[in-house]
Nanobody, 117 residues
């Protein structure tokens, strides 16, 4: 079983920055995509950013220009640098991994990000 562990969440003022990190471990034969989703209370879980094993990225329109995703394939880690945080960024952020042999999805337990005005 694959395990994903997130870190780096917390409380920050409007305009501040946080860096989230996620480490994957377990029986992983091939990683297709890693990334981040978020979910605020009462809302659907939504894409924040994803990155493929060859480095192509996709961002939500709401975070373009403020967030940057990166990965280290050798260490099976992914990070999300979040700058100029706004109250609407408040959510639980979940690390995501898609395994590329059977196309199975794995999720971390989530880390809380709270942006206060």
């Amino acid at each position: 079983q694959v395990q994903l562990v997130e870190s780096g969440g917390g409380l920050v003022q409007v305009g501040g920055s946080l860096r989230l990190a996620c480490a994957a471990s377990g029986s992983i034969f091939r990683i297709n995509t890693m990334g981040w989703y978020r979910q605020a209370p009462g809302n659907q879980r939504e894409l924040v950013a994803v990155i493929t094993r060859v480095g192509s990225t996709n961002y939500s329109d709401s975070v373009k220009g403020r967030f940057t995703i990166s990965r280290d394939n050798a260490k099976n880690t992914v990070a999300l640098q979040m700058n100029d945080l706004q109250p609407e960024d408040t959510a639980v952020y979940y690390c995501y991994l898609r395994e590329g042999i059977w196309n199975r999805d794995y999720w971390g337990q989530g880390t809380q990000v709270t942006v206060s005005s």
